[in-house]
């Protein structure tokens, strides 16, 4: 086989990262039912979405197995995306308050 094809032979692996996964959506249900201040909760929320969205990028759509070029030419879209959520989503606010006031 070649060492291209070599990750692909490593169940291990997936089954760990798959773990991982698990034990971080277990612990994201926990964090929602546990009453805790609304601030730190997201904070922590959302850095365990990144951190998953990052494994499952990386080990099950396998870009970390693609070259660097593939990696870089999707980063640039990356950026366009969060700098237009950060241009639409105050927008958002002005929506809510116009349908409740």
């Known amino acids: ?49 990144l951190i998953k ?4 990028i990386a080990y099950f759509m396998h870009l970390k197995f693609e070259r660097i070029s593939l990696f870089w030419a999707l980063v640039p879209m990356w950026v366009l995306v969060i700098c237009l959520l950060f241009v639409f989503f105050p927008d958002s606010f002005r929506a809510f308050n116009l349908r409740f006031p």
């Open 53 to 56: 969205a990052g494994l499952i």
């Open 1 to 49: 086989m070649s060492a291209n094809h070599a990750h692909a032979e490593n169940n291990r692996l997936y089954l760990t990262v798959w773990a991982a996964l698990l034990g971080m959506t277990v612990i994201e249900v926990v964090l929602a039912y546990i009453q805790f201040a609304t601030g730190p909760m997201l904070i922590m929320l959302m850095g365990l979405s």
